[in-house]
Each structure stands twice: as C-alpha cells, then as structure tokens.
Nanobody, 129 residues
Framework: QVQLVESGGELVQAGGSLRLSCVASGSTASDYDYAMGWFRQAPGKEREFVAAISIDGARTSYANAVKGRFTISREKAENTVYLQMTKLKPEDTALYSC????????????????????WGRGTQVTVSS
C-alpha cells in the first residue's frame, strides 16, 4: 500500500502563489516507481485533471486552464511531488489531491482519474478575489 499526504493549501489572494506538496509513504512507496498527478475538485463539480508527471520526470502534462501558471515537479529521493501554482485565480479554488500509479510506463504522464491506483485526501486551496 502507498499512502499519499498533501500539504500546502491555504487561503491566498488572487494573483498570489502557492506550492503544494505530496509525500508518498508505505511499504511499497520506496520500492517501486510510480507516475504522479494532481487533480482538483470544486464544490458541486466533478474532479478534474490538473497536472501529471512521468516516472522519470521527463514528461509532464497540464490542463489547459493551468498551463503556463502551474508547474509539477518531483523529488524521487524524497518520494515527493510538488505543484507550484502562480497567478492564482478565484476559479482555482478547490480541494487538490495527488494520485499515484504503480506500474505505469516510465514515459507516461497520466491524465485520467481511473488510471491511478492511490489517492490522497487532499489539501484545500482557496483564492479570494
């Protein structure tokens, strides 16, 4: 099993920046390679893809709504993935969750919810206007 714990969410003004972190732990977290992603869910809306990064870190993918403003990165030695968010907008307000996929191709940045094995509980990001 892999446990994912997110942190870094808070209330921020529009135009501001935040960095979210997601740490993976558990009996298999350090033994296997896994693709990672960030998703978000706003109240009354479905969960949506935000960003993803491949096992080797060479490939990333972003939702159009965040492209150019958000950056996903990872530190494999620390089993941590980050989401740097800049130029935040009120419409970015949501619960942000990270996800992990064991057994993904090393080159794959996965964008679909069902492709992931494990999920964190999320960290709340609120952007005020």
């Amino acid at each position: 099993q892999v446990q994912l714990v997110e942190s870094g969410g808070e209330l921020v003004q529009a135009g501001g920046s935040l960095r979210l972190s997601c740490v993976a732990s558990g009996s298999t977290a350090s033994d296997y390679d896994y693709a990672m992603g960030w998703f978000r869910q706003a109240p009354g809306k479905e969960r949506e893809f935000v960003a993803a990064i491949s096992i080797d870190g060479a490939r990333t993918s972003y939702a159009n709504a965040v492209k150019g403003r958000f950056t996903i990165s990872r530190e494999k030695a620390e089993n941590t993935v980050y989401l740097q968010m800049t130029k935040l907008k009120p419409e970015d307000t949501a619960l942000y969750s990270c996800a992990a996929k064991l057994g993904a191709p090393f080159w794959a940045a996965l964008t679909l919810t069902y492709e992931y094995n494990y999920w964190g509980r999320g960290t709340q990001v609120t952007v005020s206007s």
